[in-house]
């Protein structure tokens, strides 16, 4: 069984995540610092055994995202060696690129070259219910077996503009076109809540945990 250590930023109930992954056949632990998941050769490794990726999920701003990610610093340098396999959730995706611009520049972690901006005036904020993907050309992972216009549950007010196009698996519309799934390397992120959003989030749940296992 693959373990998966979500990290704890103090932001949101993290309850609905652990099912989730439980759901796709996972063994979850939930960490809160660098001292429950530590830096081994093939990974990180929690209390109770070695995983195999990590989660980093997130309800709320950036910038409280990111003094909360300062307790993950190790962890988080095992995944820019590409030595750990990482999906960020929500805020979680956001805090992945360069920086955003809520509550004034901050910046992040730097795993995706990019910004995030915020959701513009002419659309209801925050972009709150389900929407459709559409999965952009390429062979990507996070969307096996997942169909073209399938629904996700998404809750958010500022999105991701990466520097390259590449990284972005699959696109939403509201009111402007942006990333619903990005992928880089080791990294992975989605916009929508995937323990939220029924069976097909539970698909993307268990594709990157089969890329966990590569």
């Known amino acids: 069984m693959m373990k998966v250590a979500v990290l704890d930023l103090g932001l949101g109930n993290l309850m609905s995540i652990k099912r989730g992954l439980e759901r796709a056949g996972a063994d979850v ?3 809160n610092s660098d ?3 530590e830096g081994a050769p093939n990974g ?4 109770g055994g070695c995983v195999d990726a990590v ?3 997130g ?9 909360a990610a300062s307790k993950f610093a190790a962890t988080l340098n095992g995944v820019r060696e590409g030595r750990t396999t990482l999906l960020g959730i929500c805020l979680g995706m956001q805090m992945l690129f360069s ?3 809520e ?6 972690l730097g795993l995706i070259r990019g910004e995030v901006v915020r959701l513009p005036a002419t659309v209801k904020v925050p972009h709150m219910g389900w929407n459709s993907i559409e999965i952009t050309a390429g062979g990507h992972r996070l969307t096996r077996g997942i169909k073209d216009g399938e629904y996700f549950y998404f809750v958010h007010s500022y999105y991701c503009v990466p520097k390259e196009r ?5 696109d939403v519309d509201y009111g402007v076109r942006m990333p619903a799934i990005v992928e880089e390397g080791n990294v992975f992120g989605t916009q929508f809540h995937p323990e939220k959003s029924g069976p097909a989030g539970v698909a993307v749940i268990r594709n990157f945990l089969e890329e966990a296992k590569r």
């Open 55 to 57: 989660v980093l999920p």
């Open 166 to 170: 590449s990284v972005i698996a699959a």
């Open 59 to 67: 309800v709320g701003a950036f910038r409280d995202g990111m003094k």
């Open 103 to 108: 509550g004034g520049e901050c910046e992040g």
């Open 35 to 37: 001292e429950g998941v």
């Open 29 to 31: 632990s939930l960490v």
């Open 99 to 101: 920086r955003s611009q």
């Open 44 to 47: 990180p490794c929690c209390i």
